[in-house]
């Protein structure tokens, strides 16, 4: 079982930023598609961004992109999501991934391993 850990939620006004952060356990990183997916209130969860295990590859959902960025230091472990002109919409519990396949804005498989989730709420 690979644990993921994410840092870096909590509350900001929209148009505000947040960087969210996934820590992995040494070398997972750098084997396993990353990603970031989100559940709304009241709503399934949805996909946000992946990012293939050397970076050279990213995607995301239409609703994010341009807005989001996500990144990964595979010497840290870690996976990131910047995320910029936040709107009240974006307000989810974002979940960490690793182990799924996805093209430019949508995943195509489920992931292997979840994070806890990290809340993000953006007041409007």
């Known amino acids: 079982q690979v644990q993921l850990v994410e840092s870096g939620g909590g509350l900001v006004q929209a148009g505000g930023s947040l960087r969210l952060s996934c820590a992995t356990p040494?070398?997972?990183?750098?084997?396993?598609?990353m990603g970031w997916f989100r559940q709304p209130p009241g709503k399934e969860r949805e996909f946000v961004a992946g990012i293939s295990w050397n970076g050279m590859d990213t995607g995301y959902a239409k609703s994010v992109k341009d807005r989001f960025t996500i990144s990964r230091d595979n010497a840290k472990n870690t996976v990131y999501l910047q995320m910029n002109r936040l709107k009240p919409e974006d307000t989810a519990v974002y979940y960490c991934a690793a182990g799924f396949s996805f093209t430019s804005n949508q995943p195509l498989s489920g992931a292997r391993f979840w994070g806890q989730g990290t809340q993000v709420t953006v007041s409007s």
């Open positions: 040494e070398r997972t990183s750098s084997i396993y598609t």
